[in-house]
């Protein structure tokens, strides 16, 4: 593997065969680097000062000395099988927003490359993040505020997980806008599985973001530090829903302790799933979000661009589309909607999903998909 191969360089190198070494981590790395300048001084450094053998351990230091000459090109060639490539600490395309972060990563993938890197400059990135274990209001929210940022050109981060996470990313992807998706495993290993084709989506429109070296698995210590990426890379982080305890509040902290707008979406004071929203807000210095342009808004952001002039539409597709609303809608509904004959209003549907403009979800019910005004 020579430099001029892919995102490959030297210095690269150097941050990736520190995070190889058993039990540094970001932390221990970040401390090593301070000490010599960088990755490739602190990895091949001889003698650290007696505070930084303290702080890491002399095991440790024993293990980077391990992994100076560790062959590192099958990491580099499967990152670039993929359209991958990496940055690291020194970089100036290294995200700046994330260097002031606890640990930052030593090395950050980012796919696809070298285009993802456009997210993760200069570009304003707001956070939408929430359950997995998303009610029908909270998934609405969450595609709604997606939509309503990237229709303004906001960078949609969030975590490619179900739930909240996958609603901000289909919102902003349904109006063409960008969105990234940072992972909790290696950037070849899409997790969950079932969320291939979304990222498939995503690296179309965004770019796909790991800490985790390529060929990674997922496993529950690594999310965590995931959300400290996402809380990392934006300069606000919209919760949409919680429990009392889960990765969203961790996230909506870690950014808060950062000095990031932190933005809270109610919810029902009966639901489960808005308990952890509404005990982080009573905490003091989130924002409230009673509209979903109010995160547009605090950001003092420039009004929305109006949305465009739906597709034609026979008489019967308006018909059928009014009925149709952004909470799934069970076919007899829609049909009791209509007046019309059950095999018009089943054509209407299909022409309208074909146009974009709903989709079916299971049990037959039906949604509305993107911002086409009828």
Known sequence: MTPEAGSFSEERNAALRLSMADGLGPLRIQILMKEKGSAAAALQADRFHAETVGRVGQ???????????????????????????????????????????????????????????????DRLAVAVVGTRRATPYGRRLARAIGADLAARGIVVVSGLAYGIDREAHEGALEVGGPTVAVLGSGIDRIYPRMHGRLANRIMEQGALVSEFLPGTPPAPGQFPRRNRVIAGITRATVLVESHERGGALITARLAGDLGRDIFCVPGPLDSPASRGVHAYFAEGGAHLVAAVEDVATHLGL?????????????????????????????????IDGTGLEVSAVLACLLTLELKGLLRQLAGRHFCRQGLVAT
Do not use: H, N
């Open 59 to 121: 095991r440790r230091l024993t293990a980077v000395r391990d992994v100076r000459d560790l062959d590192t090109r099958a990491y580099w060639r499967g990152a670039e099988s993929v359209g991958a490539g990496a940055v690291c600490l020194a970089d100036p395309e290294y995200p700046a927003l994330l260097k002031p972060v606890d640990a930052p990563p030593p090395l950050l993938w980012i796919r696809p490359w070298p285009a993802g890197l456009a997210f993760l400059g």
């Open 302 to 334: 420039a009004g929305r661009p109006e949305p465009p002039d739906p597709p034609d539409l026979t008489a019967s597709e308006r018909l059928v589309l009014r009925a149709v609303t952004a909470e799934p809608v069970p076919l007899e509904t829609i």
